[in-house]
Protein backbone atom coordinates (compact mmCIF):
# COMPACT_ATOMS: atom_id res chain seq x y z
CA UNK A 1 0.00 0.00 0.00
CA UNK A 2 0.82 3.70 -0.43
CA UNK A 3 1.39 6.06 2.47
CA UNK A 4 0.91 10.15 1.81
CA UNK A 5 1.85 12.03 4.52
CA UNK A 6 1.48 16.56 5.05
CA UNK A 7 3.30 18.86 6.19
CA UNK A 8 3.66 22.37 6.01
CA UNK A 9 -0.27 23.80 7.10
CA UNK A 10 -0.27 26.00 10.06
CA UNK A 11 -1.98 29.55 10.92
CA UNK A 12 -1.26 32.49 8.40
CA UNK A 13 -2.38 36.11 8.38
CA UNK A 14 -4.43 37.10 5.07
CA UNK A 15 -2.37 37.83 2.35
CA UNK A 16 0.12 35.14 3.80
CA UNK A 17 1.83 32.60 2.29
CA UNK A 18 2.46 28.78 3.27
CA UNK A 19 3.69 26.12 1.32
CA UNK A 20 2.76 22.25 1.60
CA UNK A 21 4.19 19.31 1.49
CA UNK A 22 3.02 15.62 0.75
CA UNK A 23 5.40 12.79 0.66
CA UNK A 24 4.48 9.38 -0.43
CA UNK A 25 5.75 6.17 0.47
CA UNK A 26 5.39 2.60 0.70
CA UNK A 27 5.61 -0.06 -1.91
CA UNK A 28 5.06 2.68 -4.69
CA UNK A 29 5.15 1.16 -8.57
CA UNK A 30 3.93 4.40 -9.88
CA UNK A 31 2.04 7.79 -9.30
CA UNK A 32 0.20 8.77 -12.22
CA UNK A 33 -2.07 11.68 -10.75
CA UNK A 34 -1.16 13.50 -7.65
CA UNK A 35 -3.09 16.72 -6.00
CA UNK A 36 -4.38 18.56 -2.95
CA UNK A 37 -8.24 18.81 -1.83
CA UNK A 38 -9.45 20.87 0.73
CA UNK A 39 -12.70 20.68 2.98
CA UNK A 40 -13.81 23.87 5.21
CA UNK A 41 -15.61 23.78 8.30
CA UNK A 42 -19.74 22.30 7.23
CA UNK A 43 -18.58 22.10 3.33
CA UNK A 44 -18.02 19.19 0.99
CA UNK A 45 -14.32 18.21 0.31
CA UNK A 46 -13.30 20.68 -3.01
CA UNK A 47 -10.43 19.92 -5.45
CA UNK A 48 -7.52 22.59 -5.73
CA UNK A 49 -5.30 21.63 -7.39
CA UNK A 50 -3.81 18.08 -9.67
CA UNK A 51 -0.51 17.33 -11.53
CA UNK A 52 0.34 14.27 -13.53
CA UNK A 53 3.27 12.42 -13.97
CA UNK A 54 3.19 14.60 -17.15
CA UNK A 55 3.15 17.78 -15.68
CA UNK A 56 -0.46 19.07 -16.38
CA UNK A 57 -1.96 20.85 -13.78
CA UNK A 58 -5.58 21.93 -13.29
CA UNK A 59 -7.00 24.02 -10.82
CA UNK A 60 -10.18 25.30 -9.34
CA UNK A 61 -10.87 28.85 -10.47
CA UNK A 62 -10.76 30.05 -7.00
CA UNK A 63 -6.92 29.29 -6.36
CA UNK A 64 -6.02 30.05 -9.84
CA UNK A 65 -3.21 32.73 -9.79
CA UNK A 66 -2.63 32.35 -6.34
CA UNK A 67 -1.70 28.61 -5.80
CA UNK A 68 1.11 26.84 -7.56
CA UNK A 69 1.65 22.89 -7.48
CA UNK A 70 4.39 21.18 -8.68
CA UNK A 71 6.74 17.39 -8.21
CA UNK A 72 8.88 16.05 -7.38
CA UNK A 73 8.60 12.73 -8.84
CA UNK A 74 12.42 11.21 -7.67
CA UNK A 75 11.36 11.66 -4.67
CA UNK A 76 7.51 11.18 -4.80
CA UNK A 77 6.84 14.45 -3.05
CA UNK A 78 4.20 16.74 -4.48
CA UNK A 79 4.22 20.46 -3.14
CA UNK A 80 1.42 23.27 -2.63
CA UNK A 81 2.76 26.75 -2.91
CA UNK A 82 -0.19 29.02 -1.34
CA UNK A 83 0.25 32.61 -1.91
CA UNK A 84 -2.03 36.18 -1.08
CA UNK A 85 -4.03 33.84 1.17
CA UNK A 86 -7.38 34.27 2.39
CA UNK A 87 -9.40 33.19 5.29
CA UNK A 88 -11.93 31.31 2.56
CA UNK A 89 -8.81 29.66 2.26
CA UNK A 90 -8.92 28.08 6.18
CA UNK A 91 -9.61 24.45 5.69
CA UNK A 92 -7.84 20.90 6.33
CA UNK A 93 -5.60 20.17 3.44
CA UNK A 94 -5.67 16.48 2.11
CA UNK A 95 -3.55 14.87 -0.25
CA UNK A 96 -4.48 12.50 -3.13
CA UNK A 97 -2.83 10.43 -5.33
CA UNK A 98 -3.28 7.90 -7.95
CA UNK A 99 -1.26 4.91 -8.58
CA UNK A 100 -0.53 1.55 -8.48
CA UNK A 101 1.21 -0.34 -6.16
CA UNK A 102 3.74 -2.84 -6.40
CA UNK A 103 2.56 -5.28 -4.29
CA UNK A 104 -0.67 -5.20 -6.16
CA UNK A 105 -0.96 -4.15 -9.94
CA UNK A 106 -4.47 -1.76 -9.45
CA UNK A 107 -4.92 1.47 -9.77
CA UNK A 108 -6.44 3.51 -6.45
CA UNK A 109 -6.63 6.35 -4.76
CA UNK A 110 -5.08 7.48 -1.76
CA UNK A 111 -5.12 9.68 0.97
CA UNK A 112 -2.84 11.73 3.28
CA UNK A 113 -3.98 12.55 6.94
CA UNK A 114 -5.12 15.85 6.27
CA UNK A 115 -2.99 19.76 7.46
CA UNK A 116 -4.57 22.10 8.84
CA UNK A 117 -4.61 25.31 7.26
CA UNK A 118 -6.03 28.57 8.88
CA UNK A 119 -5.61 32.19 6.86
CA UNK A 120 -6.79 34.49 9.86
CA UNK A 121 -5.57 38.25 11.12
Known amino acids: QVQLVESGGGLVQPGGSLRLSCAASGSIFSLNVMGWYRQAPGKQRELVAT???????VYVDSVKGRFTISRDSAKNTVYLQMNSLKPEDTAVYYCNAMGVATTVPILKTYWGQGTQVTVSS
Open 51 to 57: ITSGDTT
